[in-house]
């Protein structure tokens, strides 16, 4: 299945203090992964590999429209950019990897971008509390929510789960 990312650009620069002059390639190559670390563990496999083909075949609607625009796109926006901002005084090129410096600013120091990262990823979870509590209260609307296949990644709650008995 092709990448499929549940945020574009403007749905980050509208709700992040991200600017809109900087390089989307910069940040935008941790939305992916956001989905399949950090969201997976919200919602499962099997609802995320659903809510992939929705919107890959243009048929999201309903409650997973809701779930995908009220729920999903602040979780992925906001914990995206807290993790980018680690990253994004540096740059990793054929020579090495490099700090950059602007002649016109001041440089954040580690512990200005690890509170700031930290602010950021506290209110992409507090969206994905939200979105848990969205999907407990709606638990008969989100069939694949429940569902569970050898490999998935178990959803928030289920880490319980095991293939084998002694």
Do not use: C
Not at 33 to 60: A, N
Not at 111 to 137: C, F, P, T
Not at 148 to 166: A, E, F, I, N
Request: proline content about 2%; glycine content about 6%.
């Amino acid at each position: 299945m092709a990448r499929v990312l549940f945020v574009t650009r403007e749905d980050i620069t509208s709700r992040t203090p991200i600017g809109g002059n900087v390089d989307s390639d910069k940040y935008m190559s941790f939305v992916y992964d956001v989905q399949e670390i950090h969201l997976q563990s919200i919602i499962g496999t099997q609802l995320l590999e659903k809510l992939y083909t929705d919107i890959t075949g243009s048929t999201l609607t309903g409650k997973y429209e809701t779930l995908v625009n009220t729920y999903i796109k602040p979780f992925v926006s906001f914990y995206a950019v807290g993790e980018y901002m680690a990253f994004a005084n540096f740059s990793i090129n054929n020579g090495g990897v490099y700090a950059h410096e602007s002649e016109n600013s001041v440089a954040a120091t580690r512990a200005d971008v690890n509170a700031l990262s930290q602010q950021l990823i506290d209110k992409a979870e507090h969206w994905g509390r939200r979105m848990y509590d969205y999907l407990s209260a709606n638990v008969s609307d989100f069939p694949e929510w429940n569902e569970y296949q050898t490999g998935d990644m178990p959803k928030y709650g289920d880490s319980t789960r095991v293939s084998w008995v002694l």
